[in-house]
């Protein structure tokens, strides 16, 4: 099993980014997906993840700015990220879960730093 994000990058305060990670070695469609991330110095949290029938879950901190999103056609799930702000940076992590077969599997992250 393979989860390979990208999009990670620099970008100032109210700017936006989309980030992407794309599976392989599983059968997508039938696995949660969601995005965490972890800032220098702070465990890491959920930010957003997406069931297997589309249904959504977003942390408050960045509810109303950030959207996930899957298209099980293509194996990849998408994480677009608006109005960002410097408590954002982080690097993000991709994460695939199915509770039945006691799967659990990550990416190695992409970074994302705001600037103010």
């Known amino acids: 099993v393979q989860l390979v994000e990208s999009g990670g990058g620099l970008v100032q305060a109210g700017g936006s980014l989309r980030l992407s990670c794309a599976a392989s070695g599983l059968t997508f469609s039938i696995y949660s997906m969601g995005w965490y991330r972890q800032a220098p110095g702070k465990q890491r949290e959920l930010v957003a993840s997406i069931s297997r029938d589309g249904s959504t879950n977003t942390a408050d901190s960045v509810k109303g700015r950030f959207t996930i999103s899957r298209d099980n056609a293509k194996s990849t799930v998408y994480l677009q990220m608006n109005s960002l702000k410097p408590e954002d940076t982080a690097v993000y992590y991709c994460?695939?879960?199915?509770?039945?077969?006691?799967?659990?599997?990550w990416g190695q992250g992409t970074q994302v730093t705001v600037s103010s």
């Open positions: 994460n695939a879960q199915h509770a039945p077969y006691a799967h659990d599997f």
